[in-house]
């Protein structure tokens, strides 16, 4: 993808709401697991607390006895999960003993730090809860409730607390972030490869479309043809009928220029063949202006045409073709100076211009070339790396026509090329060519300028804009 392309924006776009989302949800997900781990296990701690309550109470006028069931978690010396029963008013029993605190076989005669004893509040239920250091070091969840066991002189208040080790639950919590970031990691993955198709996908018709309007501009098809989905349809609808609209304008301006050249040029004619056949002072000037007034004519008559055929999209010239055929004519032409002609140009390289505007440029360059070189004649055609002021749709390319003939001076070359301007009245000719090669140049917003060539001769440079 492009920089600064639309398949890029809506991919960035979309990559960007994934890795925000996705790690927003996955954090959303481990907060709600966690929570829920962390409430199953209060749960389970809470409902134990009430089993050792209910157990010791058995025998509750004596005072607490050490409950009795079968789990082997509170068997298991530091497993992790303990239960204690703590005097707390310092009374003695009914046998007259002091009153001894009970412990699971799990806590190994260590002692459970309790909540009470960190100045932890009880809840609503009575229950006071906290994460404490237990025995080996161990990180316990403990629950502690204050209860009266025994009757009478006897009744005395108990802490009793049962533990349970958060390990076990960090590590499931662990294992489930392992997991959650693989399948998070995936499915981002996932997303961004079905947003990359969808992206790709959903934006072929525009390039479809980029491949029909290149294929125009070269002049391989003269509408955009083929199916565009639905949303597009009416834009390819108004491009063929602005295509259209053009040539029709084309057209009616090449009629309307013939139309003004043969309303202008007949009677242009007629008063110059009457003229001519008065020798009167008045006679002269009728023939002096007429000719003027015809030579302004054909000047924009011939703008005109050059304005109606330019820009015309569809319009591709081969050069190689167009100047092996001119060299071949003027190879007969100019047969007995037995000039040698050579030409350099790639298969590749194609006006974006009518080729009669072609003809008419490059054949006036070696005509002239041709009456003042001595031996020989070049033309090298090569693409350009660089782009003009005004840039073209496939940039451009440049013709140099050489010759080893005199040349220009200094003076000479730095003179603007004007209409009718002829570099030496020794050689026959109006002094048109260069001024038309010039104005088509114009045209196609193109560069014609003179240096001397290599050869000592005259090097005529003519930049135009390259089809691709």
């Known amino acids: 993808m492009k920089a600064n392309s639309l398949a890029l924006r809506l991919f960035v776009t979309a990559a960007a709401w994934v890795l925000v989302v996705l790690p927003i949800a996955g954090w959303i997900i481990l907060a709600g697991v966690r929570h829920g781990v962390l409430t199953a296990l209060d749960k389970e701690i809470s409902q134990t607390l009430r089993f050792v309550i209910d157990d010791a109470e058995e025998e509750s006028e004596a005072g607490p006895v050490a409950p009795n069931w079968g789990d082997a978690r509170f068997a298991d010396t530091h497993s992790g999960w303990y239960w204690q029963i703590k005097p707390?008013?310092?009374?003695?029993?009914?046998?007259?003993?002091?009153?001894?605190?009970?412990?699971?076989?799990?806590l190994a005669g260590d002692n459970l730090p309790l909540p009470s004893e960190q100045g932890v509040e009880p809840d609503e239920k009575e229950i006071r809860w906290a994460n404490l250091t237990g025995p080996a070091q161990q990180v316990v969840r403990v629950?502690?409730?204050?209860?009266?066991?025994?009757?009478?002189?006897s009744a005395q208040r108990y802490s009793v607390a049962v533990a349970g080790v958060l390990s076990e639950a960090e590590d499931d919590l662990t294992r489930y972030r392992d997991q959650l970031i693989k399948a998070l990691a995936l499915a981002g993955v996932g997303l961004l490869a079905a947003t990359l198709f969808q992206v790709r996908f959903g934006l072929f018709p525009l390039s479809k479309m980029e491949q029909g309007l290149a294929a125009i501009r070269s002049g391989a098809a003269a509408k955009l043809d083929?199916?565009?989905?639905?949303e597009i349809k009416p834009l390819q609808q108004e491009?063929?009928?602005?295509?259209?609209?053009?040539?029709?304008?084309?057209?009616r301006a090449r009629t309307h220029v013939g139309n003004l050249a043969h309303a202008l040029k007949t009677p242009l004619a007629v008063l110059l063949n009457e003229a001519r056949q008065d020798s009167s002072p008045l006679a002269r000037k009728v023939i002096e202006q007429a000719d003027t007034m015809t030579a302004q004519v054909n000047l924009y008559l011939d703008r005109a045409r050059m304005a109606a055929r330019i820009g015309v999209i569809g319009r591709v010239t081969e050069v190689g073709s167009v100047a092996e055929?001119?060299?071949?004519?003027?190879?007969r032409i100019y047969r007995d100076k037995e000039l040698a002609y050579s030409l350099d140009c790639p298969a590749d390289v194609r006006f974006q211009g009518e080729r009669q505007d072609l003809e008419e440029m490059l054949g006036n360059l070696l005509d002239n070339a041709s009456k003042w070189a001595r031996s020989r004649v070049s033309v090298v055609v090569a693409a350009m790396p660089v782009a003009l002021g005004n840039v073209a749709a496939g940039g451009w390319f440049e013709i140099r026509v050489e010759d080893d003939g005199p040349g220009l001076t200094a003076e000479q070359l730095s003179e603007p090329i004007k209409r009718g301007r002829r570099l030496d009245e020794t050689k026959p000719?109006?002094?048109?060519?260069?001024?038309?090669?010039?104005?088509?140049?114009?045209?196609?917003?193109g560069r014609f300028e003179f240096s001397r060539a290599e050869a000592g001769g005259l090097c005529a440079r003519l930049t135009l804009p390259l089809a691709t």
Request: hydrophobic share 35%; proline share 6%.
């Open 88 to 106: 707390l008013d310092g009374k003695p029993t009914l046998d007259g003993k002091p009153a001894g605190p009970l412990r699971s076989r799990s």
């Open 239 to 251: 491009l063929n009928a602005l295509l259209k609209s053009n040539q029709e304008i084309v057209e």
């Open 429 to 445: 000719g109006s002094g048109l060519g260069h001024s038309i090669v010039a104005d088509l140049a114009y045209c196609y917003n």
């Open 226 to 230: 083929g199916e565009l989905p639905s």
């Open 325 to 331: 055929s001119l060299i071949r004519t003027l190879d």
């Open 143 to 153: 629950a502690e409730i204050i209860h009266q066991f025994g009757a009478g002189n």
